[in-house]
């Protein structure tokens, strides 16, 4: 199996590698918002873990099992990925290379500068970032940490299950559903393989922006399909062109089914997330709530997990959610 290794067990192992080096996020409820869908939402927010997203685990994760002789790493991200390689890496002695688009948000591209990460910028529409940095790991001789389609990175990210799991024990919660934001589907392949091990009868749904729904056609075919990638969306951290090879495996065991919003539904969410839970949202952080609040599933009288997945958000874009409609 494809995913041998990504077991319960072994993201609590993770988790125990990474305790105190993490953020334990909350889970927030408004009465408000539970009130307005009918439903008991339970939100996860991961904008609130170190770097402002949920790719820390993963990378931490990843980087802590490294051989204390690899000092040089290499990543690709449009941001988040971007950020959290690059600061596990500062964080245990190693320098960070980091690929990233041009235009990735201001935002991102800071968060990675301060974290002491060498940038290099590509063009998304002419270049190919994993030859970019195949080539720069080669050259310099450094370790490749993937954004998602890698085992320690999947187990890493699957720790923000093990602490749902608790803490809706801690609250006496059994959720019905859970949404989690999905573009290569890390972290809903980690996330899922430690939630459906306590919470069996939980149906469990991939969130992705309108025409960049990879994870839900390829769902639907039982097989892998590619996005055209001749579209835009301000959900920029879930891009990716297709499902990686082993989330695809964990995921199709995994998931109910893929949903899938808009930008305007996602600013709409970012707007909610502000207003009554009084966090920040980066529009791929929020389109797992975009998918509640639409209720693109019946989530009527049911408890809802959702993974509010990271905040990293320029100024223009946030000010743009403020303007959006109340729920």
Aim: include cysteine; glycine fraction near 6%.
């Amino acid at each position: 199996m494809v995913n041998s290794n990504v077991t319960f067990n072994s993201i609590l192992e993770a988790s125990k590698r990474l305790e105190g080096k993490i953020v334990r996020t909350p889970i927030l409820q408004s009465k408000y918002i539970n009130e307005k869908l009918d439903s008991n939402i339970f939100l996860k927010a991961e904008n609130l873990q170190t770097i402002g997203a949920f790719k820390f685990r993963g990378a931490m994760n990843s980087i802590l099992q490294l051989p204390p002789d690899i000092k040089k790493v290499v990543a690709w991200s449009s941001g988040n990925h971007a950020q959290a390689v690059a600061a596990a890496s500062k964080i245990t002695g190693r320098q960070a290379t980091i690929v990233m688009p041009e235009d990735s948000p201001k935002a991102k591209l800071n968060g990675t500068a301060f974290w002491g990460a060498t940038i290099i910028k590509y063009d998304r529409n002419k270049e190919n970032r994993e030859e970019i940095g195949k080539k720069i790991a080669k050259d310099i001789n450094a370790k490749i940490i993937p954004p998602f389609d890698d085992e320690k990175v999947i187990i890493g990210q699957g720790t923000a299950g093990i602490e749902c799991i608790e803490q809706l024990n801690e609250i006496k919660v059994t959720p019905d559903v859970v949404l989690c934001c999905c573009g290569g589907g890390g972290l809903i392949a980690g996330i899922s393989t430690a939630i459906k091990e306590k919470f069996q009868n939980a149906k469990i749904y991939s969130v992705e922006p309108e025409n960049f729904d990879d994870t839900k056609k390829s769902l639907k075919e039982n097989s892998i399909v590619p996005n055209s990638m001749k579209h835009n969306s301000i959900c920029d951290a879930l891009l990716a062109n297709k499902p990686g090879k082993i989330t695809f495996e964990i995921n199709k065991l995994n998931l109910t089914s893929g949903l899938s919003v808009s930008d305007k539904e996602a600013l709409i969410a970012m707007k909610t997330a502000f207003k009554y839970l009084k966090i920040v949202l980066e529009p791929g952080g929020a389109v797992a709530l975009a998918a509640a609040i639409f209720k693109k599933i019946d989530i009527i009288d049911k408890n809802v997990l959702v993974i509010a997945s990271g905040g990293n958000v320029d100024k223009d874009i946030f000010e743009n959610c403020l303007s959006q409609r109340e729920i």
